[in-house]
């Protein structure tokens, strides 16, 4: 159902970074009403692991109106090898209110949040370790 409500576009390979990634595209399509998202996803160019992802919500849930946008980049990281886990996740939502002015010019409110991945607990033996 995903594949066939969202629009995909290969981006080609953004070198910015310290490696080169290469970056897909997606967004929602219109037909789809609920909150969706588009985003961005990167993939090492050599390993094709994923890297990095950048989500927006596509549509505000009613209810939310205040809520001007949603925006959450994630990061992964192998943590040995052939494990990908998210590591660290930035999350940003722009809020609808009235720009207050200030000596700086308007100025409008933004709720960010940083969650970082400080340590593995592993449940059974450590991978790290070997068989």
Known sequence: EFLKNHCFHEA??????????????FEA??????????ASIF???ATYRIAR???????IPNGYREIASVRVTTIFSEVVPSIVV????????????RAERTPLGPQVDSALEDQRIVRFVWLSRDPRKGP
């Not at 080609?12 to 970056?23: K, L």
């Not at 660290?88 to 722009?94: D, I, N």
Request: hydrophobic share 35%; net charge negative.
């Open 43 to 45: 993939l090492d160019a």
């Open 53 to 59: 992802a950048e989500l927006e919500l596509s549509r």
């Open 29 to 38: 399509a219109d037909r789809i009403h609920d909150p969706d998202v588009h």
């Open 86 to 97: 998210m590591t660290e996740v930035h999350a940003e939502t722009r809020m609808r209110q």
């Open 12 to 25: 080609g390979v953004d070198s910015a970074g310290t490696a080169p990634q290469i970056r897909i595209d």
